[in-house]
């Protein structure tokens, strides 16, 4: 374990540290599931899901802080490939939500911050991870990055709904051509059979002017989502980078 920061006035010491090894990294993660009190909050890829069913020790840690009364918010991609680790999952969690394109782990409780600094392999921990109790970097990703993207995801029933009815990668621009077919259908073929042509463009404006408004506003909510996920990893990226250095300036000395 490296450590990159510490305080000797504090009864518990203020610490970041690089923690190396897959045991270590384990009895780590352990310790930060037994250490929380009221609520764990978990922001992880489409790769992670698997990890917490599969690893029995970390799937029986959080199902014992699930009976102390430990709220765990849990946000991550659901996609077909871990659809079945994902149901598992909501009986595991107090929530469980999923975001499209999800990138970067990291868990945080009331005093605590951990991140994988490697992949891992399936079933498999990673084998180093960042852990630190400073309380700006908790802060920071409990109250800005996590709540962020807690509130801009939606329900797992309502994912796990989309992706078995087929409906999932279906475009809001789609659903609308859908939803007005019907109606376009039946005005054409009344405006052919009684041969007013006129009538075909101005029955067909009001819905394509409809259709276009609604696109463009959901376009353009997409484009600002994925700009706000993408300066929020960067933001993740920034502060495990910071933390590297300090591991090679100590490394140095």
Not at 112 to 120: G, Q, R, V
Not at 147 to 169: F, M, P, V, Y
Not at 174 to 191: D, R, V
């Amino acid at each position: 374990m490296i450590t990159t920061g510490s305080s000797s006035t504090d009864r518990i010491a203020t610490l970041t540290e690089m923690v190396i090894g897959e045991q270590d990294v384990v009895n780590r993660v352990l310790r930060f599931v037994s250490n929380s009190k009221a609520q764990i909050d978990a922001c992880v890829d489409s790769s992670r899901p698997s990890l917490a069913i599969e690893t029995g020790q970390l799937k029986e840690a959080f199902l014992g802080a699930k009976k102390r009364g430990v709220r765990l918010r849990y946000v991550t991609e659901i996609t077909e490939n871990n659809i079945g680790y994902c149901k598992e999952l909501t009986k595991m969690v107090y929530e469980l939500r999923h975001i499209d394109g999800l990138r970067g782990n990291f868990y945080v409780n009331e005093t605590e911050y951990i991140a994988p600094a490697t992949l891992h392999e399936k079933g498999k921990p990673a084998s180093q991870i960042i852990y630190s109790n400073v309380k700006e970097i908790e802060q920071h990703h409990r109250h800005y990055i996590f709540d962020t993207l807690w509130s801009r995801a939606i329900s797992s029933e309502q994912r796990i709904k989309n992706i078995e009815e087929g409906t999932a990668a279906v475009s809001h621009e789609t659903k609308l051509i859908l939803k007005h077919q019907y109606g376009i259908f039946k005005k054409i073929k009344k405006t052919i059979e009684t041969d007013q042509t006129n009538k075909i463009r101005s029955m067909l404006h009001p819905i394509i002017q409809k259709q276009g408004k609604d696109a463009k506003k959901q376009f353009e909510s997409i484009k600002q989502l994925q700009s706000e996920v993408k300066q929020l990893q960067k933001q993740v990226t920034d502060i495990q980078k910071s933390i590297r250095v300090k591991k090679r300036l100590i490394d140095k000395r």
